[in-house]
């Protein structure tokens, strides 16, 4: 069993060793992490799973800008402790806060990630839909969800950390490893 709860300022050194766990150092040099810097995450977005008083999956959400204007959510990272994967606890938590951002009043959500897997929760490709990435991402990775119809409708452009610029954004992402 396993219980979602909104992230609490104490997770944050469990949720740090988790995604160590689940995806490495390696992690820093990506795309997603360098368009995270210096942008606080939204805290009405960030949930975590707890099993037995342990921390076993997170989730966290980030404002982003697509091009001059128009305001996007960027979802990740989302990690489930390798002992617990494929028993919906990332699923769970996806579909939650999908459902969530949409309720409050977000339109967009971009997300680096396999493609397989996220179509289920309506991702498709961003890159088809007009929207770029800095720095190097697998083309096939980048994927977009409208959580509001039409939101895609005449939106394109450079996706980048909503206190960055977009020379900033693609300055930080120059000298990525990919998504």
């Known amino acids: 069993m396993y219980q979602i709860i909104p992230e609490r300022s104490e997770d944050a ?16 040099r990506k795309t997603a992490y360098k368009i995270r810097q210096n942008v606080t995450s939204i805290k009405a977005l960030n949930f975590v799973g707890i099993s037995n008083d342990a921390l076993v999956a997170s989730i966290r959400y980030w404002p982003l800008i697509v091009g001059k204007k128009t305001s996007a959510l960027l979802l990740g990272p989302i990690a489930v402790h390798p002992d617990r994967q494929g028993e919906g606890i990332g699923v769970a938590l996806i579909w939650d806060t999908l459902k969530l951002a949409k309720n409050l009043g977000h339109s967009l959500v971009v997300l680096v990630g396999d493609p397989e897997y996220y179509e289920r929760f309506g991702f498709v ?28 409708s005449g939106v394109q452009g450079m996706v980048h950390g909503a206190t960055d610029t977009l020379d900033e954004a693609v300055k930080i992402c120059e000298f990525t490893q990919g998504d």
């Open 125 to 152: 490709s961003a890159f088809d839909n007009g929207l770029q990435m800095p720095g190097p991402v697998a083309r096939h990775r980048f994927l977009v969800c409208e959580l509001q119809e039409n939101a895609l």
């Open 13 to 28: 050194v469990s949720i740090e060793t988790l995604l160590g766990q689940c995806f490495g150092n390696e992690r820093f």
